[in-house]
Nanobody
Framework: QVQLVESGGGSVESGGSLSLSCVTSGTTISRYAMGWFRQAPGKQREGVAVINNAGITTVADPVKGRFTISRDNDKNMLYLQMYSLKPEDTAMYYC????????????????????????WGKGTQVTVSS
């Protein structure tokens, strides 16, 4: 059974940094494209960043230049480095896995369609105060 478990969330002041991690068990993440999504209260889940099996990445426009996604296939780990955090970054952050190879041309679709993703973690809360 595939399981994803996020960690690293917390409360920081505006301008601060956090590093999120996601450990995967029950499979080898090299088989999956991996992504980070977030959901604020009363809002839809939105894509934050995606990294495909080849290590090619994309981040959503609201976090471009501030967030970085990376993966370590040997450790079955996914990471999200977050800098210059803003109050609008406050949300529950979720790790997700998508089976198969994700070509970079489909990154926009992957970011905007959570239903495409096969496995999800339970989330880790990030709160940024002004």
């Amino acid at each position: 059974q595939v399981q994803l478990v996020e960690s690293g969330g917390g409360s920081v002041e505006s301008g601060g940094s956090l590093s999120l991690s996601c450990v995967t068990s029950g499979t080898t993440i090299s088989r999956y494209a991996m992504g980070w999504f977030r959901q604020a209260p009363g809002k839809q889940r939105e894509g934050v960043a995606v990294i495909n099996n080849a290590g090619i990445t994309t981040v959503a426009d609201p976090v471009k230049g501030r967030f970085t996604i990376s993966r370590d296939n040997d450790k079955n780990m996914l990471y999200l480095q977050m800098y210059s955090l803003k109050p609008e970054d406050t949300a529950m952050y979720y790790c997700a896995a998508l089976s198969g190879f994700l070509c970079s041309r489909y990154f926009p679709a992957a970011l905007t369609n959570p239903n495409l993703w096969n496995y999800w973690g339970k989330g880790t809360q990030v709160t940024v105060s002004s």
